[in-house]
């Protein structure tokens, strides 16, 4: 799945942070990286547990202590892989999602994309296909030159963001 986690993440962002200064590019790779490395891997979920995003965020921290400009940069990835989690459920199967404090291993469970039915996983692509056309008009998308920015730097265009937290 892509459309889904893409699409329910810029929702997310858009509806929570509201930050122009967060790369949104990062956010939807991080949306994506959990089900591309847990899917590369041979029997591990890592990926879909809440130590991943919590070990990565505490890196970057220490990593990038004196970078204050780079550490709000970098910190848009673990939050994606955090609404992947949100997103995909992974929170629902306990024993992989608090993983390592509920068992040693973690290699014999499945993560909850390869549990679905495929007409699920179709419609939830859908449903994040309309989340993306309507994040698309929300962030202003149409305008050629926030288009631009959005490519070139993954921020939305501050004045957007500043007349819909004020109206």
Known sequence: MLLWFVGTALIAMWF???DPAIDHR???VGAVLPDAVDALSVKTNLMHTLAAPIV?????MVCTIGRRRF???ALALPIGIFWHSVFDGAWMNTEAFWWPVTRLTNGDTNIPLAEREVLLIVVMEIIGLALLVWSWRLMGMNEPARRRLFLRTGRLDRDLIDSKTKG
């Open 16 to 18: 929570t942070f509201r």
């Open 26 to 28: 990062l956010v939807i």
């Open 71 to 73: 550490r709000r940069h």
């Open 56 to 60: 990565l965020m505490m890196g970057l």
